[in-house]
């Protein structure tokens, strides 16, 4: 066999171990959900093939799974580039919210503009309020020493009050009879259109999520979070400026998750209006997570999750199944997933403890030689 051959069969073999776990995790999932809905006395049949139909029956629902799947991309990506870093963020969150609202500010207090200058600095401005915010718990993490998990999940709520507050004081809509707490509509030059049934949203994110992956593997920053996140020690020994590194990983993955927020405002929902967003940051974790924290797996879970919430309403409509359903599938793949990474680490864990006492015992015996 030619070196060309093997190499090409050891590559896809590395293909088909690394989705072996999503795959099996969803059929899995699917069938527990079956279970369910049997024990409803509902038909799984009918219901999967109705959730089939309300994601991808017709273009209106193509429509829909693209524009629910596009900012799961972005949080997707944000949670998998923070993981590269060695890092855990679930505040992806809080950053989409800080995101989607400064979109809107810029959408509908900028008038006049030509669309080809609006819409980039709305999406500018989502990505930018992201990435302050997603570098605080970066800085609090190494200039105090405070864990990202504790700070982001804290914050998060700090920023769904904040923009609450703002919804509905300072930029509340103040259209004669409106009230609900929501920002006014953006200008129309700063909508994101559709191209025939594909949202120019969806492509923006293909093409951020092909820019995070070249990033990561083709660049020298890339190399260095990627080192960071494999041992901060022997990057820091290597000469990598680990504190510049944390910070900057986690304020990018608050860039992405900003700029998911600021698409879903300018593409989907208009406006900024609180519980629009909710769950988005979330979903993020289990995206990243079954698309094995690479990018363009990333926007394969991305499309699936979509297609999930897409088809629910449908679902529920068509064979009487509460779509609540979903969120239980989802919460099951994710559990699936997430315990084969537990046992990872753990094995990780005891075979680096295992190593050390191997090391301590050949020091003590050399020293008793000697």
């Not at 190494?142 to 509905?168: C, P």
């Given at each position: 066999m030619s070196l060309g051959i093997r190499s090409w069969v050891a590559s896809l073999r590395r293909v088909t171990a690394s989705i072996s776990l999503p795959l099996l995790s969803v059929v899995v999932a699917l069938l527990i959900g079956a279970f369910v809905i049997v024990l409803g006395e509902s038909s799984p049949v009918e219901?999967?093939?109705a959730l089939f139909r309300g994601a991808f029956?017709?273009?209106a629902a193509l429509q829909r799974t693209l524009e629910k799947g596009t900012p799961l991309i972005f949080s997707g990506l944000a949670v998998a580039f923070a993981f590269k870093g060695g890092l855990f963020n679930i505040g992806a969150?809080?950053?989409?919210l800080f995101g989607a609202m400064a979109a809107a500010i810029v959408g509908f207090s900028l008038t006049g503009l030509p669309a080809l200058l609006h819409v980039p600095l709305a999406l500018l401005a989502g990505a930018f309020a992201g990435f302050l915010y997603g570098a605080i718990p970066g800085a609090l993490k190494r200039f105090r020493g405070a864990h990202e998990v504790i700070t982001t999940i804290m914050l998060n709520y700090i920023a769904i009050n904040i923009t609450d507050y703002l919804?509905?004081?300072p930029y509340m809509d103040r259209t004669p009879g409106n009230i609900v707490s929501r920002t006014p509509l953006v200008a129309e030059s700063a909508r994101i259109p559709v191209l025939g049934n594909i949202p120019l949203?969806?492509?923006?994110a293909l093409l951020v999520g092909l820019f995070i992956w070249w990033l990561l593997a083709r660049t020298t920053i890339g190399f260095e979070i990627s080192t960071v996140g494999r041992s901060p020690h022997a990057a820091q020994y290597a000469g990598i400026r680990v504190t510049r590194i944390v910070v900057l990983t986690m304020a990018l993955s608050g860039a992405l998750a900003g700029l998911g927020g600021a698409v879903e405002t300018l593409g989907v929902v208009g406006r900024y209006q609180p519980g629009f967003n909710i769950g988005l940051g979330f979903d993020g974790i289990t995206v990243a997570l079954l698309g094995k924290t690479h990018p363009l797996g990333v926007i394969l879970s991305a499309l699936l999750v979509g297609a999930m919430r897409a088809g629910a309403p449908q679902m529920q409509f068509s064979a009487k199944v509460r779509?609540?359903?979903v969120d239980m599938i989802l919460a099951l793949i994710l559990f699936f997933v997430a315990a084969d990474l537990v046992r990872r680490w753990l094995v990780a864990r005891r075979g680096e403890r295992l190593l050390l006492e191997e090391e301590i015992q050949l020091s003590t015996g050399w020293g008793q030689q000697a």
């Amino acid at each position: 066999m030619s070196l060309g051959i093997r190499s090409w069969v050891a590559s896809l073999r590395r293909v088909t171990a690394s989705i072996s776990l999503p795959l099996l995790s969803v059929v899995v999932a699917l069938l527990i959900g079956a279970f369910v809905i049997v024990l409803g006395e509902s038909s799984p049949v009918e219901a999967y093939r109705a959730l089939f139909r309300g994601a991808f029956g017709s273009q209106a629902a193509l429509q829909r799974t693209l524009e629910k799947g596009t900012p799961l991309i972005f949080s997707g990506l944000a949670v998998a580039f923070a993981f590269k870093g060695g890092l855990f963020n679930i505040g992806a969150q809080g950053q989409l919210l800080f995101g989607a609202m400064a979109a809107a500010i810029v959408g509908f207090s900028l008038t006049g503009l030509p669309a080809l200058l609006h819409v980039p600095l709305a999406l500018l401005a989502g990505a930018f309020a992201g990435f302050l915010y997603g570098a605080i718990p970066g800085a609090l993490k190494r200039f105090r020493g405070a864990h990202e998990v504790i700070t982001t999940i804290m914050l998060n709520y700090i920023a769904i009050n904040i923009t609450d507050y703002l919804a509905s004081g300072p930029y509340m809509d103040r259209t004669p009879g409106n009230i609900v707490s929501r920002t006014p509509l953006v200008a129309e030059s700063a909508r994101i259109p559709v191209l025939g049934n594909i949202p120019l949203g969806f492509i923006i994110a293909l093409l951020v999520g092909l820019f995070i992956w070249w990033l990561l593997a083709r660049t020298t920053i890339g190399f260095e979070i990627s080192t960071v996140g494999r041992s901060p020690h022997a990057a820091q020994y290597a000469g990598i400026r680990v504190t510049r590194i944390v910070v900057l990983t986690m304020a990018l993955s608050g860039a992405l998750a900003g700029l998911g927020g600021a698409v879903e405002t300018l593409g989907v929902v208009g406006r900024y209006q609180p519980g629009f967003n909710i769950g988005l940051g979330f979903d993020g974790i289990t995206v990243a997570l079954l698309g094995k924290t690479h990018p363009l797996g990333v926007i394969l879970s991305a499309l699936l999750v979509g297609a999930m919430r897409a088809g629910a309403p449908q679902m529920q409509f068509s064979a009487k199944v509460r779509p609540d359903i979903v969120d239980m599938i989802l919460a099951l793949i994710l559990f699936f997933v997430a315990a084969d990474l537990v046992r990872r680490w753990l094995v990780a864990r005891r075979g680096e403890r295992l190593l050390l006492e191997e090391e301590i015992q050949l020091s003590t015996g050399w020293g008793q030689q000697a």
